[in-house]
Structure formats: C-alpha cells, structure tokens
Antibody, heavy 117, light 109 residues
C-alpha cells in the first residue's frame, strides 16, 4: 500500500528555518517525480517544488532561493528545507507523488507550518 | 505561466442533480496534462481524473471529464451526498510545471 507521511511542521518565527520530511512506503521515491504542494488557510492549492527521478529540481518563483527539495534514497524519504520563512509561507504542506501521469495520485496528510512572531 | 480559471466559484445543487464544473486555461493544455481533484475539509486532495477523461482508481463512473485546448469540464452525473466538496483542476507543462485552478466549491442547496 502506498503511503506518504509528512512531519516537521510547527510554529516558527519570521526569518527562521524548518525542515519538512515525507516518509514514503509502498513505492520508491527516487523512481518517481515527487513534489511539495501547499495550501494557505482557507485558500487553494499552490505547487511549491519538484524533484524528478533524474534528481533535477524545480521551484515556484515564490520560494526560489529560500527552499530546497531533496531526498534520501536509503530512507525512501523526501525533504523540504525552508529558510528565510515569511508570514505568507504559512500553510499546510503536502508531499505528493506524480507517477509519470502528470498529476498527483498519492498525497500525504499534510503538515502545518505557521510563520508568526 | 499557464493560469487556470475555474467557474463557477460556488455551485449550489441538490443530491441527484447533475453538476458541471468548468476549467479554462490561459494557453492550450495537452489533453494528457489536465487533472481534477476533490478535497473535503481537513483532508488531502484526492485525484479524480487524469489525462482529461481517465478516472483514477476507485472513482465511480458518475464522474466524467472532457475538453481540449483551453476548455475542460468535470461532470458529476447524479450528485451523491459525499460529492459535496471543493474541486480543483490542475495542469502540467510550461513554467512552473504544475498549476492549479482556484477551485469550485460544490455545496448542498
């Protein structure tokens, strides 16, 4: 059974850093396209970042230069390192899999990041 | 960036009725690259349709998708109580690679 479990969210002050994790089971992270998608409170979905099976990465303009996506193949886990956090980064962060169908077939339950002083 | 605009913003219908949700793209989107999701409060989105008209695993056949180019539609033939939720369209391609529409809230009339 495919499962994605995020962790690492919490309350952080503006300018701070946080690392999110997404532990995968039932499939191999490195063989798929893996993304982070966020949802601000009461708002819609915003794609944040992707790591392709090749290892190439891509970021939304809103987080470029501040966030870094990576994976640990030995732990089958996806990460999102977030720095220089802003109030507008407050959101539930989901990890999601794209199994080459150009859409997200599996999602984690999400982890809430709150940026506030 | 390919912008997806969904309409209406809110759709009020009764169980048993037919729902038609629209997703319009600012540029042409390949039919393989358009998907729909359902999201209920406090839950992650759930994939409904991919490649415009393909139902995801476990999705009932009252859900169907159609369209091409810049205009796409999600149709729910006969609404069940569990269908009332927010629906998002999503496209793949261009820069950034993925964008979502702003969502349509389907509420009980």
């Amino acid at each position: 059974e495919v499962q994605l479990v995020e962790s690492g969210g919490g309350l952080i002050q503006p300018g701070g850093s946080l690392r999110l994790s997404c532990a995968a089971s039932g499939f191999t992270v490195s063989s798929n396209y893996m993304s982070w998608v966020r949802q601000a409170p009461g708002k819609g979905l915003e794609w944040v970042s992707i790591i392709y099976s090749s290892g190439n990465t891509y970021y939304a303009d809103s987080v470029k230069g501040r966030f870094t996506i990576s994976r640990d193949n030995s732990k089958n886990t996806l990460f999102l390192q977030m720095s220089s956090l802003r109030a507008e980064d407050t959101a539930v962060y989901f990890c999601a899999r794209d199994a080459y169908n150009y859409c997200f077939d599996y999602w984690g339950q999400g982890t809430l990041v709150t940026v506030s002083s | 960036e390919i912008v997806l605009t969904q309409s209406p913003g809110t759709l009020s219908l009764s169980p048993g009725e037919r729902a038609t949700l629209s997703c319009r793209a600012s540029q042409s989107v390949g039919s393989s690259y358009l998907a729909w999701y359902q999201q209920k409060p406090g839950q992650a989105p759930r994939l409904l349709m991919y490649g415009t008209s393909n139902r995801a695993t476990g999705i009932p056949d009252r859900f169907s998708g159609s369209g091409s180019g810049t205009d796409f539609t999600l149709t729910i033939s006969r609404l069940e109580p569990e269908d009332f939720a927010v629906y998002y369209c999503q496209q793949y391609g261009g820069s950034p690679p993925y964008t979502f529409g702003q969502g349509t809230k389907l509420e009980i009339k």
